[in-house]
């Protein structure tokens, strides 16, 4: 079975902070995701990545940045973290088309 | 305009009754069609999905969806709901981007299953 992990299924930070999400997948997929997820509004995608150190905004990447020095890992980093991404993050890896999903993050900024 | 829509928030239903939950796409999304569940405080599991082939296709926990070409529609059913099923439905489907295919979402329905 693929596997998504998620380092953190839940965290507090305080505003300003510099917040590191991390997501690992075990079967060798090139493509990874960062969504976001609140109410109403379903998942929004953040940043796609389809290979090694290669990138995609999506959506919403305003105040997001990402990083992907292995293909099994991307992480999803809050460079000044802000009450307003207070969510529950998503990370999925796709081969094709269909993606699996880790457990995701609920983050809390204070 | 969004690629994938759902056109029901929230779809209460009694236990044992059937249930259908409402899926539209646009032409803008590649054919590849897919309906996940989340329940509460998980991440998305997926439920079934259409590739090709037939229109009708099976899921897990006994969910089915009719693929509807001319409607431009991926609805799922399930003839008779459990207490169980209660969890929030998104429908996706993938969007080419500038570098590969990206899953996009419609904005979730939450099935609730009452006794």
């Known amino acids: 079975d693929v596997k998504v992990t998620q380092s953190s299924r839940y965290l507090v930070k305080r505003t300003g902070e510099k917040v590191f999400l991390e997501c690992v997948q075990d079967?060798?997929?090139?493509?990874m995701f960062w969504y976001r997820q609140d109410p109403g509004l379903g998942l929004r995608l953040i940043y796609f990545?389809?290979?090694?150190?290669?990138?995609e905004k999506g959506d919403i990447p305003e105040g997001y940045s990402v990083s992907r020095e292995k293909k099994e890992r991307f992480s999803l980093i809050l460079e000044s973290a802000s009450t307003n991404q207070t969510s529950m993050y998503l990370c999925?890896?796709?081969?094709?088309?269909?993606?699996?999903f880790g457990q995701g993050t609920r983050l809390t900024v204070v | 305009a969004q690629s994938v829509t759902q056109l029901d928030s929230q779809v209460p239903v009694f236990e044992e009754a059937p249930v259908e939950l409402r899926c539209n796409y646009s032409?803008?999304?590649?054919?590849?069609l897919f309906w996940y569940v989340q329940y509460p405080n998980q991440g998305l599991q997926l439920l079934l999905k259409?590739?090709?082939?037939?229109?009708l296709v099976k899921g897990i926990n006994g969910f089915e969806a009719e693929f509807n070409k001319s409607q431009t529609s991926f609805h799922l059913r399930k003839p008779s709901v459990h207490i169980s099923d209660t969890a929030e439905y998104f429908c996706a489907a993938p969007v080419r981007g500038n570098a590969g295919n990206m899953l996009t979402f419609g904005g979730g329905t939450r099935l609730m299953v009452k006794p």
């Open positions: 999925a890896s796709s081969l094709h088309s269909e993606a699996f």
């Open positions: 079967m060798d997929h090139e493509n």
């Open positions: 990545s389809y290979d090694v150190k290669m990138k």
């Open positions: 259409y590739l090709s082939g037939s229109t």
């Open positions: 032409s803008s999304v590649s054919v590849y």
